[in-house]
């Protein structure tokens, strides 16, 4: 028998969007329903942004210790425990669990229910033993790895995101289809623990990226061994005793022990009955309007699976955990206090955490240009400038800020080995609308490596320093005494 619930918010999904709609709106004392068919916590969690940095952390390390002589310490060549890395990436999971936990989010008050929802007409959805009919709906069901389809990929075992993390061995040989920001940040810290690694990226790696960033970036990863392929035209994969091999236009073939995947996302919204509920859908996921909100107004998508649309055009996907929660927000917004909401792309940070990171907040210089002509400023600052980074041998990279009329900030992006906490920043400039005065002339303390964004700012004032009118100002004071 189906029991039937009515809530006053049904969420599908419980990873980054979905966890966050549920805690928010059970702070607000909301009755919720929060329906999960796989793991808590989603992607992010157990096959995502959690592991990827654990991975990436003990990749840290070793380069570290492979540094280590530059500073006068010597610990020899460090020697990689892959089964400890595999342990040290489990329990950083496990720490973070009871964070998204069915337990965590029935004490606060959340009905979970475990099993694929889908919609049977548009106001009720069946999951398990229960019907549910809520006043409004989040889908907030995320995506998947894309596959590529290679002529033979199905003949060979290849990994992706969801079973990279659970292998005990250090391949040996990697071939990595696919040079975006998982693909490059996966590479370099197989790379970094001791794999040969072939990155094939069918146009360029880095391609979104401002050129004078992306710069230190490419020259690292080569410099760290990476065989990068670009514009790669893969024309089939073989099957090998061990691992498979990777037959390229160019005659050329790449031979390798495993074979990662990291080719796009493709959003999930399979068997969900959005047909009957009245949503439609696209290439990149649930189409919504700024607002998030689908066809049939009770409901919203979020995250991964959202595709947003404003004055009829689609933004295309923005596929990180912050956006999710950020889309959360709007979302508790528009349903709990019916405000009028519209997500802001101009807000949208991202980071790559290869090493060094490369961070970008708002407009791209090229962006800008596009939109304001040759009224942007692009004030520059290099690393190799700054004390601190200087002290820590870590002067790879500059900061590079856009500035259109009148002073306002219009993007922010930074690569250096930090770049990603130095980000935050310019983060909140650009949500809060600061002009460029405000981040030339507060106190930042010396010697730190975040110091570098505030020199980018001053030099917008170093035309100033120069000016006759300022040079007269100054002429005339001196007069007066
Ligand atoms: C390797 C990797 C590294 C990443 N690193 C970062 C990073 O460093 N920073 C960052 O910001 N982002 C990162 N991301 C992206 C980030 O993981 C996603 O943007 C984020 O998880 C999206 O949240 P979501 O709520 O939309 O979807 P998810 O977190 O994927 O959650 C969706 C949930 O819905 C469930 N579900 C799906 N369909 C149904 C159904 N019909 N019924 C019930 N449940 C269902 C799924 O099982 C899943 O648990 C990374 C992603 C990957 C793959």
């Known amino acids: 028998v189906s029991r039937i619930l009515t809530p006053d918010i049904c969420i599908i999904g419980a990873g980054s ?34 592991p990827s940095k654990a991975l990436i952390a003990a990749a840290k390390r070793a380069t570290m210790i492979r ?12 020697s990689v425990d892959f089964p400890a890395v ?46 549910i009919r809520a006043r409004r709906f989040v889908i907030a069901t995320g995506s998947r790895p894309a596959i590529p389809e290679i002529a033979g990929l199905d003949q060979v075992p290849f990994l992706t995101n969801e079973t990279i993390f659970d292998i005990d061995t250090l391949p040996s040989r990697l071939a990595v289809v696919g040079g975006g920001a998982i ?11 001791g794999s040969e690694v072939t990155v094939l990226e069918a146009g360029k790696i880095l391609a979104r990226e401002d050129p004078d960033l992306a710069a230190p970036i490419r020259a690292r990863l080569v410099a760290d061994g990476l065989n990068i392929v670009e514009d790669a035209r893969i024309l089939r994969v073989e099957p090998r005793p061990q691992g498979a091999a990777l037959i390229l236009a160019d005659c050329d073939r790449v031979e390798a022990t495993h074979l990662l995947v990291a080719a796009g996302r493709s959003p999930n919204v399979e068997d969900l009955g959005l047909a009957i509920a009245g949503i439609s859908t696209d290439r990149d996921g649930i189409v919504v309007d700024a607002g998030l909100r689908t066809a049939n107004r009770g409901v919203y998508a979020i995250g991964d699976v959202a ?24 979302v508790l917004r528009s349903i709990l206090f019916r405000l009028p909401v519209s997500e802001n792309r101009d807000l949208l940070p991202r980071v790559t955490f290869t090493d060094p990171e490369i961070a970008q907040v708002g407009l791209t210089e090229a962006e800008a240009r596009l939109r304001f002509g040759d009224r942007v400023r692009a004030l520059i600052w290099p690393r190799s400038a700054n004390d601190r980074a200087e002290a820590e041998r870590e002067t790879e990279g500059l900061v590079k800020v856009i500035v259109g009329p009148g002073g306002r900030i219009l993007g922010a992006g930074m690569v250096g080995r930090n770049a990603g ?20 002339t ?25 000016s006759p009118l300022v040079r007269r100002i100054l002429a005339a004071l001196r007069l007066l005494g």
């Open 183 to 193: 693909g490059l940040e996966l590479s370099q810290a197989y790379r970094r623990l």
């Open 442 to 466: 507060f106190i930042s303390p010396y010697p730190t490596q975040t110091e570098i964004g505030k020199r980018a700012a001053v030099t917008s004032f170093a035309s100033n320093l120069t």
């Open 421 to 440: 906490e130095e980000l935050n920043l310019w983060s909140l400039a650009l949500t809060r609308g600061l002009k460029i005065g405000a981040m030339a």
């Open 86 to 131: 595999a342990a040290h990436i489990r329990s950083v999971i496990a720490a973070i669990a009871p964070n998204d936990s069915v337990q965590r989010f029935t004490r606060l008050g959340v009905t979970v229910i475990a099993g694929h929802a889908r919609f049977t007409d548009p106001r009720t959805v069946e999951v398990a033993d229960a019907t």
């Open 67 to 78: 540094e280590a002589p530059g500073f006068g310490i010597h610990a020899g060549d460090p």
């Open 307 to 330: 595709s947003v649309y404003h004055r009829g055009a689609r933004r295309g996907p923005a596929r990180f955990t912050h956006w999710a929660n950020y889309h959360a927000g709007l």
């Open 17 to 50: 969007g979905g966890l966050s709609v549920a805690a928010a709106a059970a702070a607000f004392g909301v009755d919720v329903v929060l329906i999960e068919r796989a793991r808590m916590g989603g992607d992010c969690l157990n096959v995502g942004c959690v």
